[in-house]
């Protein structure tokens, strides 16, 4: 009587691939391994090499699932330590001044949002276009001379028909064309005070000038100016 074979092979005795359903556990290659002891011919029993090295499979089937349970087990504790330890961190921001890669821009009736870039490179012109939420373009900003590092605008809050717009969050396109006339995209960003810290989803995500910034998307942390804070 043969061996339980976890391994598929072909005639020539390579292994072959196999479907995921055709894959055995533990339980399953415990139920063949008794089925095939029971239902041995009785003329010819199992011999003692046979029956070791199918206890010797499965003993290795066993370790290797125990061993990828264990692993799992690691990296998902791994993760919510490491998200604990952001978490923690996220707190001591409020009131420090953060600058944090973003494309968003939050209008109220209060206060009027600056658009914040940075130009990798001397730009003879800066195009920013304002979407609002259904992705329509309601205003361009044109540009023109702009020097290579931190640029900013204020946006007034209207379109292009000078009418205000409602409240709400806007996103924010950018493009630029260098000296030689080739194009090219400036990175936008936010800064501003840390007013406080939202967890959402097991994350922590940082609440600055109306938006919520996740901690991954933070680039600089600063102590706040005396000025910002009054």
């Known amino acids: ?38 239902n041995q011919n009785p003329l010819e029993p199992m011999d003692n090499t046979e029956f070791i090295a199918e206890l010797a499979q499965f003993s ?18 791994d993760y919510l330590q490491m998200q604990t330890v952001n978490n923690t961190n996220a707190t001591s ?7 944090a890669t973003f494309s968003n821009i939050y209008l109220d009736e209060d206060n009027l949002p600056q658009i914040n870039y ?8 800066v195009t920013i276009e304002i979407l609002n939420a ?19 605008i204020v946006w007034d809050g209207k379109d292009e ?26 990175s936008t960003y936010v ?16 609440q600055i000038n109306g938006l919520e910034i996740s901690l991954a998307e933070v680039t600089s942390i600063q102590a706040a100016n005396e000025e910002d804070e009054g």
């Open 161 to 186: 028909n000078g009418d205000r717009l409602e409240s709400g969050f806007y996103t924010i396109q950018i493009s630029a064309v260098n000296g030689e006339g080739e194009s090219f995209t400036p």
């Open 93 to 99: 921001l409020i009131g420090r001044e953060v600058q």
């Open 1 to 38: 009587m043969g061996i339980i074979s976890p391994v598929v092979t072909d005639s020539n005795g390579n292994p072959v691939a196999t479907g995921s359903s055709q894959i055995l556990d533990k339980d399953d290659f415990m139920t063949l391994l008794v089925a095939q002891m029971t």
């Open 191 to 206: 800064e501003g005070i840390v007013d406080g810290v939202v967890y959402r989803d097991g994350s922590a995500y940082l």
């Open 60 to 77: 290795s089937l066993e370790q290797m699932q125990n061993m990828n349970a264990l692993l799992e087990q690691s990296l998902e504790w």
């Open 118 to 125: 940075t130009s990798a490179e001397y730009a003879q012109s």
């Open 134 to 152: 259904d992705g329509a373009v309601v205003r361009t900003l044109d540009m023109e001379d702009i020097a290579a590092g931190g640029n900013s």
